[in-house]
């Protein structure tokens, strides 16, 4: 059972350390919980895979750290802005999270103000650690399945003119519960020329320790056939060359 404390709490020690990651006034603590309850969230909860100075967080990144908390008795992700972030606000991040949400990608944007940003919660865990743990019958559809879906969402926001940035690292960028979500939009930009198929397909199934996991569960084409058609599709982005990726990794 999550245990969630009142915002007010924030301000102490030792989540304070969390809030104004990695240092802060008390007025920047006390103007941030303001801010907090100007957008809705009512309670934080410290729990999760990551350990931040003793205290247990979802994730880190050079940008922010994220959290669960409760925005009107519901669960959210909470994305807070570090001290020493380059970005001045959470303003770019919540842009590219729009965009991403417009084609049905990422977790869905409840709100956000300038040090914050509130998501949809996902349970569920990273794809390496789902790829990894799974086994039995029906596994190689399942992962299958997982593997179609990343690369559809890459497709949309190939489509879109919308680089995610990280995808070449999938294994922290995707979460696999009851949906299968691509995260974290920090480094995500409209400018630079997309790769998100081409990133993914290379991340997943190509000479990284999550291919080795996924060798296991079923057999890929040889490397030299991958590369080739990911090439092709890399020149023209159509949704033919897209369906000739799926169909090399047998995914339909």
């Known amino acids: ?3 969630f404390f009142p915002v007010n709490d924030l301000v102490k020690e030792p989540y304070s ?6 240092k802060a006034t008390k007025a920047q603590l006390h103007s941030r919980v303001k801010e907090l309850k100007s957008i809705g969230i009512d309670e934080v909860s410290f729990e999760g895979p990551m350990m931040l100075n003793k205290i247990c967080v979802l994730g880190k990144g050079y940008a922010g750290i994220v959290v669960m908390a409760k925005s009107g008795g519901k669960k959210v992700a909470l994305k807070i802005r570090r001290t020493d972030s380059p970005r001045k606000d959470m303003f770019g991040e919540t842009m590219l999270l729009e965009a991403a949400n417009k084609v049905g990608v990422g977790p869905k944007l409840v709100s956000s103000s300038k040090n914050f940003l509130v998501m949809e919660f996902l349970a569920g865990k990273k794809i390496y ?33 919308l680089d995610h940035g990280e995808l070449s690292n999938i294994t922290k960028h995707v979460i696999v519960g009851k949906s299968i979500t691509i995260i974290d939009f920090e480094s995500a930009s409209l400018e630079r020329r997309v790769s998100n198929v081409t990133s993914a397909s290379q991340a997943i199934l190509i000479g990284s320790g999550l291919a080795k996991k996924v060798k296991r569960i079923y057999d890929l084409p040889p490397r030299q056939k991958i590369i080739s058609v990911l090439r092709e599709y890399k020149e023209t982005r159509t949704k033919q060359s897209f369906d000739s990726v799926l169909k090399v990794l047998k995914l339909i």
Request: hydrophobic share 30%; glycine share 12%; net charge positive.
């Open 1 to 3: 059972m999550s245990r």
């Open 17 to 22: 350390t969390i809030l104004g990651y990695p």
């Open 129 to 161: 650690d789902w790829i990894s743990e799974i086994k039995g019958k029906g596994s190689t559809t399942k992962t299958k399945g997982v593997i179609k879906k990343v690369l559809s969402d890459c497709y949309k926001l190939d489509e879109v003119g």
